[in-house]
């Protein structure tokens, strides 16, 4: 569509030590671009000052997580037409409950750390996805479990972004390393030390957003719950003597 | 005795692989990198971890060194692929007749080529378009293009280097017709500082030229050539599924976590900070995935992007490395010395890309070290430190 | 060093229901009533401290609550309890991993029940 809509567009700044403040921004862009697209021309064109964090454009990489009208979104594939109309406002903001690094981006890397602590695969089994509903999609090939994909977890920070026990508690484990804890199976008493926590799983207060912004069919809202499952079976089990912690299959 | 200074301008897969094998050769590496780490063609990638076969016909060397590198990577950054092969497929005379040159050079570049039975291939991949003619197994994979550059980051970084990220090269320090290093600027403050190196890489990919005429070299003409990629919204396949035939327009489709991506064209633009997605490709992009799954007519379409390529004008000298990519002492091609140009190639050969480079940098400032980059166990990606690179 | 963690422009934050899902608004009603049932709590000690003072300084009190807002008060406290007590229910039954795939129907059930249940209540209060 060679349509362009005008659109006003206004990005949280900070540089430095500074106090946050918004710019403002005229642009003529495609209600069939993304959010994304229109960042990059602004900071193609108009002020290339102006940080944001992006890489695959394709949902892979969840680098461009950014709060759209005080929603979190992804960026690369959400497009303009959906947040706004002709003649409309953007508002831009970075993520929540993460160091801010400028303008637009946050640091993920305390997220990817905690990932690696809770052992989350970054690539399994393509039938290991369990705990879920799993919606099937086009028709799977033979069920082969030699098949491997990566994860859906992007690693991308909405979750946290959204959370408000994060809001409240840095300290909180958060719903993207408790899904990834319940992702990586078998919950052994390093993990458990994570999750079975007051900061870990517990924390937890039923608000589910986390599950609804998330792009990439994690529902960490859902695994959180799971888990508390798993969890309390397997204290129960251990009260009586029946199991011991799970050993992780090396 | 003091480490030799090096600091590369770009953190993208060429620039993260090479502060990775220096580093490993005890040179004290920063990054300096305008934006994230992967945000320009990087990071756009198509995702396919090559193996070769669709260079086995015309262009012998870059085929055998793909699959080198491909036997490489799945061995070192595991955590970043999917390795679940890639078939090639022939959907009429003219791609049967191909297959047999295509075979053959396969062979004799040491890929492992299989023909399988097509009622096979259609239940392995039943999204397949039934009316394939023949079928080809090869050691295709796909690889996550920001985790894979990190993997190689944190690598570095574990290993002493540093990087800075949001920051901008302004200018090349000169004196006596040698660049000292590099003025830069720091996006996240609007600060400004000066790095000193003993060598300066330039691996800024597309904007190679933009930087190497800041030294006064204009002989570097980058072209860059983007191509549209589609993604869509369901795994249709879990192979990498590749049309046999020469290599053209939208003839691959990679499977990555639950989309199916379709690429690429190629096309030339003048403007590289910003190229738009053109409807009319896209389109096409869509006609050509459904020759090879015909399902996706009913997918939704999550995304379309574009990636450019830095592809090098015919009319730069400058003696070339190897033909994947280009390689320029600028000492040589202009009698400026403590800069190198790094440009060109793919991603699947990132590691050796570096090595060169590293080679020429060693060759240059008259070290000895050799590479370890090929045995050298890669760290996760999740051990990248933003704290450090965040400065 | 640059990075700031974000602290929420203001406590609002946690409140803001724009953008949000069903499953927010849960949690959000939930911490509303828990606030306002707490607060009644605290009223309802003053008052049981009014009837240890003795029968003048009950009676009096008693009086005073009879007026038609103190009346509204006590259904909004009515309605607080079923909301807090059933989508705390909710709540139990998702914590043991029980219906959380239909946690937003359950939900919505719930606040049907709320609403009956409410206005029964009202219709029997008023009718006094």
Not at chain 2, 155 to 179: H, M, P, S, W, Y
Not at chain 2, 301 to 330: V, Y
Not at chain 2, 368 to 373: D, F, G, N
Not at chain 3, 14 to 21: A, E, I, M
Request: overall charge neutral; glycine content about 8%; aromatic content about 8%.
């Amino acid at each position: 569509m060679s349509q362009k809509w005008s659109l006003n567009i206004e990005v949280q700044r900070q540089k430095g030590q500074e106090q946050p403040h918004f710019d403002r921004f005229d642009l003529e862009i495609s209600p069939d671009a993304t959010v994304l697209d229109a960042v990059e021309m602004i900071w193609a064109f108009k002020d290339c000052s102006l940080c944001f964090g992006h890489a695959c454009h394709h949902s892979t990489c969840g680098a461009c997580g950014m709060r759209v009208n005080g929603v979190e979104k992804l960026t690369c594939i959400t497009l303009i037409g959906d947040v706004t109309q002709n003649g409309g406002t953007i508002r831009l903001q970075p993520l929540r409950n993460l160091p801010v690094v400028s303008d637009l981006v946050v640091d993920l890397t305390p997220l990817y750390h905690r990932m690696a602590q809770v052992k989350h695969p970054s690539v399994h089994p393509i039938e290991e996805n369990k705990g879920v509903a799993n919606q099937q999609t086009a028709q799977q090939g033979e069920s082969d479990n030699s098949y491997t994909r990566l994860a859906d977890c992007i690693e991308c920070g909405l979750c946290i972004s959204v959370c408000p026990a994060a809001m409240t508690s840095p300290a909180y484990v958060g719903p993207a390393a408790l899904a990834g804890a319940h992702l990586a199976g078998v919950i052994d008493q390093q993990i458990c030390a994570i999750v079975d926590t007051k900061n870990g799983v517990w924390r937890c207060h039923s608000a589910y957003e986390c599950s609804e912004v998330c792009p990439s069919h994690v529902q960490p809202a859902h695994r959180i719950m799971q888990m508390r499952r798993q969890l309390l079976s397997q204290r129960i089990r251990r009260f009586f003597g029946l199991q011991t912690f799970h050993q992780r299959k090396q | 005795m003091d480490k030799p200074k090096a600091v590369i301008i770009g953190a993208g897969f060429t620039g993260c692989a090479t502060a990775h094998d220096l580093a490993l050769r005890g040179f004290d590496v920063t990054v300096v990198e305008r934006g994230p780490i992967a945000n320009g063609a990087s990071g756009r990638t198509h995702g396919l971890l090559h193996s070769g076969g669709r260079y086995a016909v015309d262009d012998q060397e870059a085929a055998i060194e793909c699959i080198e590198e491909n036997l490489l990577l799945r061995r070192l950054a595991a955590e970043c692929l999917e390795q679940n092969g890639g078939l090639f497929v022939a959907l009429n005379e003219s791609d049967l007749e191909y297959a047999h040159r295509w075979t053959q050079s396969c062979e004799r570049c040491n890929i492992p080529v299989e023909q399988v039975d097509i009622k096979q291939a259609l239940v392995w991949e039943p999204n397949l378009t039934p009316k394939i003619l023949a079928a080809y197994t090869i050691p295709d994979a796909t690889f996550d293009p920001l985790r894979l550059a990190l993997t190689f980051a944190a690598t570095a970084q574990a290993n002493g280097a540093r990087f800075r990220l949001f920051t901008e090269v302004e200018g090349l320090i000169e004196r006596n017709g040698k660049i000292q290093g590099v003025r830069c600027q720091d996006r996240t403050t609007g600060k400004s500082s000066e790095l000193y190196a003993d060598c300066v890489i330039n691996a800024s990919g597309a904007w190679a030229g933009k930087i190497a005429q800041m030294a006064g070299d204009t002989t570097i003409v980058v072209k860059p050539t983007p191509g549209v990629m589609v993604a869509y919204d369901q795994r249709l396949c879990n192979r990498v599924i590749n049309r046999l035939n020469e290599p053209g327009d939208g003839d691959i489709i990679v499977p990555q976590r639950r989309m199916v991506v379709i690429g690429t064209t190629s096309f030339e633009v003048d403007e590289v900070d910003y190229i738009p997605v053109f409807e009319d490709q896209v389109q096409m992009m869509r006609d050509c995935a459904i020759q090879l799954i015909p399902a996706v007519a009913a997918a939704r379409q999550r995304g379309a992007f574009m990636a450019a390529r830095p592809l090098i004008g015919s009319s730069t000298s400058g003696r070339s490395i190897a033909r994947t990519f280009k390689c320029f002492d600028h000492q040589e091609t202009h009698g400026i010395g403590g800069l190198v140009t790094i440009t060109g190639g793919k991603a699947t050969t990132l590691r050796a890309m570096a090595e060169k480079t590293a080679d020429t940098v060693c060759a240059k400032l008259g070290i000895t070290a050799s590479c370890q980059t090929r045995e050298y166990p890669l760290r996760s990606y999740r051990e990248f430190r933003g704290n450090d690179a965040y400065h | 060093m640059n990075r700031i963690f974000q602290k929420p422009d203001n406590a609002i934050q946690w409140f803001d229901p724009r953008g949000r899902q069903l499953g927010y608004l849960a949690f959000i009603l939930n911490r509303i009533t828990g606030m306002g049932l707490a607060l009644y709590l605290l009223l309802h000690l003053i008052m049981l401290g009014k009837l240890a003072q003795g029968p003048q300084a009950y009676n009096s009190f008693i009086e005073t609550v009879h007026h038609p807002v103190f009346l509204f008060g006590e259904l909004l406290v009515i309605f607080a309890a079923l909301i807090h007590g059933l989508n705390g229910f909710r709540i139990i039954l998702n914590s043991f991993g029980i219906g959380v795939e239909k946690h937003k129907p359950l939900f919505t059930v719930l606040m049907i029940v709320t609403l009956l249940c409410g206005i029964y209540f009202a219709v029997r209060m008023i009718a006094r």
